[in-house]
């Protein structure tokens, strides 16, 4: 299982991936990049960093279950922690069109909060499933390496 130093690391590495993230789509032609890297591309990334870092020995199903998932909630709060609240000053300051829906977000608080837990559970289920097809490559590649010596 994972113990709680590496629950932090992949915490924190999540939420600044995610962070850095939510950046990026403030320039229009890199919103849908961005947010489907969150959606699913942050659990391969994370595995594939603590496996280098040599973090994780065996990769079982459960912990490249357990990393996706807590990668994937984690990235989308950061994202989210950086790309709303940037995005409402870009709309209050120079009144751009293409974040006037955050505006109607940001005013009602409660429906924010509640679309941003949902959307952060997708971004867990999404990253489980791109994490366990990492932890199954990863697999697959390590016993083809250790058969062939």
Partial sequence: MINK?????????????????????LIPALTWIA?????????PFIIIYLKRLNLIKELEVEQSLIIGAISGASAFLGFSAIYFPIAFILNLTFKIQSFLWIKVIITNFGFLISMIILIALLCALLNMFSGFLTGYFINILNRGSKNDI
């Fill in 5 to 25: 130093s590496l629950f932090k690391i992949i915490f924190l590495c999540s939420l600044i991936i995610g962070a850095i993230l939510g950046i990026l789509p």
């Fill in 35 to 43: 947010f489907l890297a969150v959606m699913f591309f942050i659990a």
